[in-house]
């Protein structure tokens, strides 16, 4: 199977997901559903399902925590558990947190929905690993609205200056946050900009090019920098089913019956 058509399925199981749950935030999931596909199908992110929590472990946090059915639905696809779990996504008394939390289900690596967090875990776990001479990779995946939370820029700064080349943030540049488009609230620009002048290695990518992801995520991998890697991942929030592309409201709607069949009929 192509890694576009992976994505597909993916978008299927977020989308099946949150309609079963009457869940939100289809569309920052949707966006990121070509990145985790690279990541997860790519073998980038190296998982072990036997034993998930080896300290030598590759990690990957999602740090834009309330879309955490793009990462449930990566994590069942990837065989971390079975999917069957994925019925649990929100129901009442289940440990499958729309915001997650820590360890609930392998892969899991923490709690998160407060934004603005996840970086710091990423950069200390990067952190800790050289320390213990570990070979682990350390994904952390930010909202390009999550980039307003000032303890983006401090973890940022303190990863390049620890010149840990092992961390690799993706920022999904969608433009659109809960409230507003991006340029609107506060205006970062030329992402890829700020991030090279922090330090880091930059990639600025067609987010849903799965070719272009995944020749990023080569070099990356290479190690041959001594900087982290920021991939600048250019989203479309809701992308893959016409009726969300790039509208506001998708960010908290739910799909009704009618919309729901839309969108498994487009992503088919
Ligand atoms: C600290 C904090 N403040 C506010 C919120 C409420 N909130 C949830 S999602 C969101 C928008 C985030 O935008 P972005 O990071 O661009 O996410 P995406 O568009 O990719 O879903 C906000 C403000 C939160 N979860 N955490």
Redesign the pocket.
């Not at 969608?174 to 409230?179: A, E, S, V």
């Given at each position: 199977m192509t890694y576009e058509e992976k994505a597909k399925e993916l978008r299927r199981e977020i989308e099946t997901v949150l309609h079963r749950a009457g869940g939100s935030?289809s569309?920052?999931?949707l966006?990121?559903a070509d990145v985790m596909t690279v990541i997860f199908q790519g073998g980038f992110l190296r998982l072990n399902p036997g034993d998930p929590w080896k300290p030598d472990r590759d990690m990957l946090v999602l740090s834009?925590?309330?879309?955490s059915s793009a990462l449930y639905c990566s994590l069942a696809m990837a065989g971390m558990f079975p999917k069957e779990e994925l019925l649990n996504y929100g129901a009442d008394g289940s440990d499958m947190l729309i915001?997650p939390k820590i360890r609930s289900y392998p892969g899991v690596e923490t709690s998160s929905?407060?934004?603005?967090?996840g970086l710091a875990l990423g950069t200390g776990s990067a952190l800790a690993a050289r320390i213990r001479g570990y070979d682990s990779r350390v994904f952390v995946v930010?909202?390009?609205?999550?980039?307003?939370?000032g303890s983006v820029w401090e973890n940022a700064a303190f990863a390049a200056k620890q010149k840990l080349n092992h961390l690799i943030v993706v920022v999904?540049r969608?433009?659109?946050?809960?409230?507003g488009r991006?340029s609107e609230i506060l205006n970062y620009g030329d992402m890829a900009e700020k991030w090279r002048a922090f330090g880091y290695r930059v990639f600025d990518i067609d987010g849903h090019d799965c070719g272009a992801i995944e020749a990023a995520l080569k070099e990356t991998v290479t190690w041959n920098d001594e900087r982290p890697t920021a991939i600048i991942a250019q989203?479309v929030?809701g992308k893959g089913v016409s009726f969300m592309e790039d509208r506001l409201e998708w960010?908290y709607k739910s799909p009704d019956e009618a919309q729901y069949a839309q969108a498994m009929e487009e992503l088919r």
């Open positions: 935030f569309g920052g999931s966006s990121i834009k925590g309330h879309c915001h929905g407060s934004l603005g967090h930010i909202g390009d609205g999550e980039c307003n939370e999904d969608n433009r659109l946050q809960g409230c991006d989203t929030k960010h």
